[in-house]
């Protein structure tokens, strides 16, 4: 599975992005998915995680209220709607995929996308 992230960009605290995770070479339907983030000298930490079929989703406490993870498994793609954006959200965001695990355990996690850098100005 190649994983492709999208929709980073540069915004002001207070505004919203959505993030897109595309995949090709496998459907993404039978793969949990997961949105990571690190910051600058920050070790890679769990944002948010869908379930195969969408039904269950978790999320870390600093975003949860504020972001939404979702999937559209017909388009292969899952999405990161982000609201209320906060300078220390500021990182690069990881999209991932995995079938089995934990799914807050950065290790089960088999298939990574390259990044997108979301910069949240004050």
């Known amino acids: 599975v190649q994983l492709q992230a999208s929709g980073g960009g540069l915004v002001q605290a207070g505004d919203s992005l959505r993030l897109s995770c595309a995949a090709s070479?496998?459907?993404?339907?039978?793969?949990?998915m997961g949105w990571f983030r690190q910051a600058p000298g920050k070790e890679r930490e769990f944002v948010a995680f869908?379930?195969?079929?969408?039904?269950?989703?978790y999320y870390a406490g600093s975003v949860k209220g504020r972001f939404t993870i979702s999937r559209d498994n017909a388009k292969n793609t899952v999405y990161l709607q982000m609201n209320t954006l906060k300078p220390e959200d500021t990182a690069v965001y990881y999209c991932?995929?995995?079938?089995?695990?934990?799914?807050?355990?950065?290790?089960?996690?088999?298939?990574w996308g390259q990044g997108t850098l979301v910069t949240v100005s004050s």
């Open positions: 869908i379930n195969w079929s969408g039904v269950s989703t």
């Open positions: 070479g496998r459907t993404l339907s039978t793969y949990g």
């Open positions: 991932a995929a995995k079938e089995t695990g934990s799914y807050y355990d950065i290790s089960t996690y088999a298939y």
